[in-house]
């Protein structure tokens, strides 16, 4: 039943990462080997987020051998690998998707806190500044803030980004 709902996003994570159809499909399945394992180890939060991290991990320790491997063989022939940081790929990947699921869901703020929410997290503006754009003083703009966030504890769970 977890194939058939997850393969895809399964897939499409590990495809992420690899950038090779055939290796991500290899991956894919040892990936599902090992939620399959892990189960017991699993806390009963975010099932598909759980599982996303699951396959970004499996995914980046298959770059890392084939880079190993590659840098095997280049060291034989006297060259050298300049490879990127993989912690930094799937942070990446991680903060990219997450991104997009809360820019969603803030459509689902009231319009007085989407405004200061989209303005202070995903536009990185200041009090002042979102207090002169709303002609309002900062303390507005800080209440407004923690009503939001209020509004997001009561109207969002974990599962909704996952």
């Known amino acids: 039943m977890l194939i058939e709902k997850y393969r895809s996003v399964i897939f499409q994570t590990t495809y992420g990462v690899l950038r090779n159809e055939k290796d991500a499909e290899d991956a894919a399945q040892e990936v599902f080997i090992k ?5 017991p180890k699993y806390e009963g939060k975010g ?22 491997r590659r ?8 060259l050298q690998l300049v490879t990127a ?13 997450l991104g997009h699921h809360v820019r969603r869901r ?14 202070y997290y995903i536009e990185e503006k200041s009090f002042e500044v979102l207090a002169n754009e709303q002609g309002i003083n900062e ?12 509004w997001m504890r009561e109207h969002w769970k974990e599962d909704d980004f996952s």
């Open 139 to 150: 303390k507005s703009i800080r209440v407004k803030l923690h009503r939001a966030r209020n």
């Open 85 to 97: 940081s993989l912690d930094s790929v799937e942070e990446t990947y991680i903060q990219k998707e």
């Open 71 to 78: 840098e095997e063989v280049m060291e034989e022939s006297g």
């Open 35 to 39: 939620i399959y394992s892990s189960l």
């Open 47 to 68: 099932l598909k987020t759980w599982m996303v991290r699951i396959a970004v991990n499996h995914a980046i320790d298959v770059k890392r051998k084939k880079e190993r």
């Open 106 to 119: 803030i459509d689902d703020l009231p319009e007085n806190y989407r405004r200061v929410v989209y303005g």
